[in-house]
């Protein structure tokens, strides 16, 4: 009946005329530019380290200078630093408590540098009292001291006094 030239003539008129109508559907031009957001979460972490001996022997009526400790910290958000003492008495005065005879105790004041200034910047510490760690910029990278200090006129008994000191950090 039809020769393949002829369906083939057909075929390309047909497209031919079709090819237009398609162009005019289609889009022209650049492609559809689609926006990608991408977010994350990145966790507050820190470290603080005791960086002189973890049990350290105060000796009454001696300066400060020579009950002195060192710490480093690095954190990547702000905190605040809550030190308490485990033999605190109910008005938050922070003593030792003697090993053998539990009733009695030494009263002592311990300073603490937040900021990481050294002995220049240690500011006496309030028993339970939390206070902002300074110096946060883009992130602490800080190494400080700690001292103590017994009161001077205090009789106390003769023996070993022992205290255990907690620095418990919060994000703010």
Excluded: K, W
């Excluded at 905190?79 to 539990?102: D, F, W, Y």
């Excluded at 002592?108 to 240690?122: K, Q, T």
Aim: proline letters at 3%; aromatic letters at 12%; charged letters at 15%.
């Amino acid at each position: 009946m039809f020769s393949a030239t002829f369906f083939r003539l057909l075929l390309a008129c047909v497209f031919l005329a079709v090819q237009p109508l398609l162009y005019s559907v289609l889009p022209t031009g650049t492609l559809q530019e689609e926006v990608l957001v991408l977010g994350t979460t990145v966790l507050a972490e820190s470290e603080f380290t005791i960086t002189g001996p973890t049990e350290m022997t105060i000796i009454p009526g001696v300066s400060r200078e020579n009950n002195r400790n060192t710490y480093t910290f690095v954190a990547n958000t702000e905190m605040s630093l809550t030190i308490t003492s485990a033999n605190a008495s109910a008005g938050g005065t922070m003593r030792m408590q003697h090993i053998e005879v539990p009733e009695a105790y030494m009263t002592y004041r311990m300073y603490f540098d937040f900021s990481g200034l050294g002995a220049l910047g240690e500011t006496l510490v309030l028993q339970g009292a939390p206070v902002s760690m300074g110096g946060f910029d883009n992130g602490y990278d800080i190494a400080g001291t700690f001292s103590f200090e017994t009161v001077d006129d205090e009789l106390a008994l003769e023996g070993d006094y022992r205290d255990t000191i907690t620095f418990s950090f919060q994000a703010q």
